[in-house]
């Protein structure tokens, strides 16, 4: 478990980043607070549809701050350093990923406790809905290990974007089928659509496991290609 | 490399290794074997490969041809057994600089396996080692270039590797440090096996046992600093020391003395014979003020300007 020993220095490299901290806790309380009140016109922003659109978009940050820390060392002697010791390419990747499961954790709390306190209504088992997103917050942080494998510490930013708008445009905030079914295609081959759709139809429609089985597999399935390709790629960094 | 034909008594064992970049070959079929306990330097200049060497050697690069081994270990077979016996203080500065130097030395020391007891202790040794006790408990953000170049080296010692890579260890730092620094790697001298690659000419006569020539991937001379230097003793080195010196007067003299090299004030000339008063005459003639001579000791400049036709710092 000598993983452990980096993670938990990446778990303090990580609390002293208090801006990206901040806005990974924050910023989703702020937008489900500002966006909340168009319930009263619109049903998609009523706080079942919007809980696990705002999680998404919580994610995204775990996504930045991940892929910041892998490339900030990537970019510093300070991972020549490590690679010069007894890990394996899993482990680096293990050691760059555990501490933001946590974080992942919180913001559920904290996104779903919020918007209990606006009214949240759930017709299905809430249990499901936190292993979707959960294991979708693994898949977010799994993106962040291949961007920080592939990308320097300056052009994360740019891959940070990328997924921020494919996240929005998959569904967070909007009703796919507003852009067509075409667009709507697309959207569906990747997983964020797949895990927003899981999370409200367990919410407003009651679904069951059974009911979004296909959703389920599909993030998860991409889970963990995220977390392979990671790894395949850090190790090919590893030795150039 | 066989199992047959490897040789324990070598930490370090290369054949034939190279490294191409595309169609540039930073290291160009490499033999070397270092010594177990021996301080074996790398020397050349920017660019030469001595890193790209160092990394090939801590399994960080892929060698293009050719094999290495670390006290018998395959670097491509078998890293993970390399990395448990060496550790590296790369050229760059690499600490985590939101830690403390406590914390940097425990991350490498339990990373590579050793308990917390044991690193605590020895931790406690090399900060002691390295004058940085007083200030382990600070972020090492705010250290100096120099404390924190120490500390770097510091935290390739704490897992107690078998074999030390040092690439460029005083590089950037004031004579001071250097100095210190020095003094820190001659006290490692025959407790490890080290590898210290380096463009100083003093670091590399001062510290090594041995010191291999390195430029354009090629290795090109090897052997103890005294054994370089005697390589080339039969030749003799002028230094003037002289005033309005021109371009076209030093480039006269080189068409006569190839070896003739523009120093601080003055010029340096080698040669196997050297005609004093017909170099004296030459340079009156053309207006410049000697106001010195003497004859100078070899050095490993001179050696590596006798081998390559440059200096080492060019």
């Not at chain 1, 701050?65 to 510093?76: E, F, G, H, N």
């Not at chain 1, 974007?161 to 667009?183: E, H, K, Q, R, Y």
């Not at chain 2, 050793?114 to 408990?137: I, Y």
């Not at chain 2, 006569?205 to 991937?217: P, W």
Request: hydrophobic share 45%; net charge negative.
């Amino acid at each position: 478990m000598r993983f452990m020993i980096l993670a938990q220095r990446n778990f303090k490299e990580m609390f002293l980043d208090y801006l990206s901290l901040g806005l990974a806790m924050g910023l989703p309380v702020v937008m489900l607070l500002i966006l909340s009140p168009i319930s009263r016109v619109e049903v998609m922003f009523s706080p079942a549809n919007l809980a696990p659109g705002i999680a998404l978009f919580a994610f995204v940050m775990l996504q930045f701050s991940s892929s910041m820390i892998l490339a900030k060392d990537r970019d510093s002697a300070l991972l020549s350093r490590l690679l010069t010791a007894p890990l394996k390419s899993k482990d680096f990747i293990s050691a760059y990923s555990l501490p933001y499961i946590p974080i992942a954790i919180i913001q559920m709390v904290l996104v779903f406790g919020i918007a209990a306190l606006l009214g949240l209504e759930t017709s299905g088992n809430l249990g499901i809905v936190f292993l979707v997103l959960f294991i979708m917050s693994m898949g977010y942080i799994g993106l962040g290990m291949v961007a920080g494998s592939l990308f320097t510490y300056k052009q994360v930013p740019y891959a940070y974007t990328t997924v921020l708008l494919l996240t929005i445009f998959g569904g967070a905030w909007f009703d796919l089928a507003v852009f067509g079914s075409g667009f709507q295609s697309v959207m569906n081959v990747l997983p964020f659509a797949h895990a927003l759709d899981a999370a409200r139809d367990v919410m407003v429609q009651g679904a069951g496991f059974s009911d979004i089985a296909v959703d389920f597999y599909w993030v998860l399935g991409y889970t963990i290609v995220f977390f392979a390709l990671g790894i395949f790629l850090f190790r090919r960094r590893m030795v150039e | 490399m066989s199992d047959a034909t490897k040789d324990y008594r070598f930490a370090i064992q290369t054949s034939n290794i190279s490294r191409k970049f595309g169609d540039f070959i930073a290291v160009d079929g490499i033999d070397l074997s270092i010594n177990r306990g021996e301080l074996f330097a790398l020397l050349g200049p920017n660019g030469a490969g001595k890193t790209t060497t160092i990394k090939m050697l801590c399994c960080l690069l892929r060698p293009s041809s050719g094999t290495a081994t670390i006290m018998g270990h395959d670097t491509q077979k078998d890293p993970i057994a390399v990395k448990q016996i060496i550790d590296l203080s790369p050229q760059e500065t690499a600490i985590a600089e939101h830690l403390n130097a406590w914390e940097n030395l425990s991350l490498m020391g339990r990373i590579h396996g050793f308990g917390k007891e044991e690193v605590k202790k020895r931790s406690e040794e090399l900060l002691e080692m390295m004058g940085l006790t007083n200030r382990a408990k600070e972020q090492v953000r705010k250290y100096s270039g120099g404390m924190k170049r120490r500390l770097s080296i510091a935290m390739a010692l704490v897992s107690d590797p078998q074999v030390l890579f040092l690439d460029e260890p005083t590089l950037g730092l004031d004579p001071q440090s250097r100095r210190g620094t020095w003094e820190h790697i001659a006290e490692l001298k025959g407790e490890k096996t080290i590898v210290l690659t380096t463009h100083y000419l003093e670091e590399a006569d001062n510290l090594a046992d041995r010191i291999a020539i390195i430029d354009k991937g090629k290795i090109i001379a090897l052997g103890t600093p005294d054994e370089l230097k005697d390589s080339i003793s039969d030749m003799q080195v002028m230094a003037i020391k002289a005033k309005n010196l021109t371009d076209d007067t030093v480039e006269g003299l080189r068409m006569i003395y190839p070896e003739t090299r523009e120093v601080v004030n003055g010029i340096e000339i080698k040669a196997k014979e050297l005609n004093f008063n017909e170099i004296v005459d030459y340079l009156r003639s053309k207006g410049v003020v000697i106001e010195s001579t003497s004859q100078k000791q070899i050095t490993l400049d001179d050696v590596f300007l006798h081998l390559t036709g440059k200096e080492l710092r060019e």
